[in-house]
């Protein structure tokens, strides 16, 4: 993170890489508020020094202060294709297969919305 600007300049309850892993557990938990990331996050970080869960505000505090940059900065590192040329079924022809596996948003049911995502169909082909 000290590549993206984000060094710690003091001691924090969520310093910059705590924020980092609160930031991925959120994304593998999106069902869940705040106070239950953290208490997530607090169970698999007990094992390296006790740490009390944060209250809403200081979570924000934190993520403000992270910003988006170390995150892209991870996913750039990070995300590469699984399939190599030589995995078998995972290329048809010179192209690869890739899944969608069915993530959905909910977002705020107005008019613009509506206008700019669209409505979910019957699969009638309505």
């Not at 930031?23 to 508020?33: I, K, T």
């Amino acid at each position: 993170m000290a590549g993206c600007g984000r060094v710690d300049q003091r001691s924090r309850l969520l310093p910059a890489r705590v924020a980092v892993y609160f930031v991925l557990v959120m994304c593998l938990f999106s069902g869940h508020g705040y106070e239950e990331f953290a208490r997530l996050l607090a169970h698999g970080l007990e094992r390296v020094r006790r740490w009390q869960v944060p209250t809403k505000a200081a979570i924000g505090k934190a993520r403000r202060r992270l910003g988006p940059q170390p995150l892209k900065v991870l996913f750039e590192r990070v995300c590469r294709p699984v399939a190599v040329p030589e995995t078998t079924g995972s290329w048809y022809r010179r192209w690869r297969l890739v899944a969608v596996d069915g993530t959905t948003f909910d977002v705020p049911g107005t008019q613009d919305n509506a206008v700019f995502f669209g409505r979910p169909g019957s699969g009638r082909g309505q």
